[in-house]
């Protein structure tokens, strides 16, 4: 019986070049976790197993690795292709769910020579900068495969206009973010920050990187003090800008600006704050804002990027212009006078992402597009 069970699940293989910490890492992972094992037998194949691959192999799910850091050149494009090869031989999957390894394209283009009757997706998780040669690789990679998943409407909207992919093999994909079973309240995330309960808290998480801006939000918070000194702004992630913000909140002792670094529950920077702020000029979709929003949190967020499709301005939070600290100034003012609409956008966020982008809805997508194939 158990046999007959088996051979009814249909089997897709995830394909990431790694598996270590990061926002395409954690979609694979989730996907991974959540897809029923009684419909389907998930594995993952990666050219960089990290902390998530070791994770998923504690969990029961299969992980085949391969390192290729020994070598170089063409030698080291041709063991990977090699790798994935034998590995979907062997492994007879229906499904190859590609998250941007270009060495799946020569399998592509020769699946019937090979014998190899698997469908391919292939989710894009980046607004892709290629141009001349490798954008036309990238164009022809994607082409290549028989759905194509962007994660917003945005990244189809490029998908379509630079690289012109077919709209009729595109399908949105919103990500998502674990659901939270036991989220701290304010009050005990901010005894565990310790953060005076009577503060007004803007929260950042993400990569500390420059894109992000973060010097940005920690100026414009710094004059909000003056009119607001119950203001406490936590910056939470690590990065290689991690050191030059510390020095520049330095600069304003008069203000509570706290780089708190990583966090091992990452719950209590969302739930300490009354509104999250993501400053990122090239997000596809802004699983920070998502998860915010999750938390019950008021978000602001830049365009022009995927967060267009996450938060609904004005109802769930605000979209600024990159780069505009003028901007980020008067929305974060509106709020900071309106405590009850504040707290009002925060619970409408909650409402979205639990109608909108809960993880049951994100999976019921994805069986949908692995039934058409």
């Known amino acids: 019986m158990s046999a007959q069970v088996k051979s009814t699940r249909k089997k897709i293989l995830q394909i990431s070049i790694g598996l270590d910490v990061g926002g395409v890492e954690e979609v694979l992972r989730l ?9 389907y037998e998930v594995s993952a194949l990666t050219f960089d197993a990290g902390k998530i691959a070791t994770n998923l192999q504690k969990k029961g799910l299969k992980i ?9 050149g063409l030698s080291r494009h041709i063991a990977k292709i090699r790798f994935i090869f034998e590995t979907i031989k062997s492994g007879r999957f229906d499904v190859v769910h590609n998250h941007n390894c270009f060495h799946l394209y020569p399998l592509l283009l020769c699946r019937k020579w090979f014998r190899l009757n698997f469908k391919a997706v292939y989710s894009v998780h980046q607004f892709a900068p290629w141009s001349g040669i490798k954008g036309l690789l990238y164009s022809r990679t994607l082409s290549a495969h028989d759905i194509i998943l962007p994660v917003s409407t945005p990244v189809k909207d490029l998908l379509i206009t630079k690289y012109r992919i077919n709209p009729g093999k595109m399908r949105v994909n919103h990500n ?4 939270r079973d036991s989220i701290p309240d304010q009050t005990e995330a901010r005894n565990a920050l310790n953060i005076p309960a009577d503060h007004v808290v803007i929260s950042s998480v993400g990569r500390l990187v420059s ?12 004059h909000l003090t003056e009119s607001f000194p119950k203001l406490t702004l936590i910056i939470v992630g690590n990065g290689p800008e991690e050191e030059k913000l510390r020095s520049l909140a330095k600069l304003y002792p008069q203000s509570d600006i706290r780089i708190l670094g990583y966090l091992n529950n990452i719950s209590h920077a969302y739930s300490a704050a009354d509104i999250h702020v993501s400053l990122g000029s090239s997000e596809t979709f802004s699983l920070v804002s998502l998860e915010a929003m999750s938390h019950g949190v008021a978000a602001i967020a830049c365009l022009p990027n995927g967060v267009v499709d996450v938060i609904d301005d004005p ?21 900071l006078h309106q405590p009850s609409e504040m707290h009002a956008m925060g619970l409408r966020g909650r409402k979205r992402y639990d109608t909108v982008f809960a993880m049951p809805h994100n999976i019921a997508r994805l069986r949908k597009i692995y039934a058409e194939l």
């Open 64 to 72: 085949f690795s391969f390192d290729v850091s020994s070598q170089k």
């Open 31 to 39: 996907m991974a976790e959540n897809l029923d094992p009684k419909e």
């Open 211 to 222: 894109n992000k801006h973060l010097d940005l939000l920690i100026k414009t918070c710094s």
């Open 176 to 179: 998502t973010v674990e659901p």
């Open 315 to 335: 109802s769930t939070g605000f979209l600024i212009p990159a780069n505009d600290s003028a901007a980020l100034s008067e929305k974060l003012l509106y709020l």
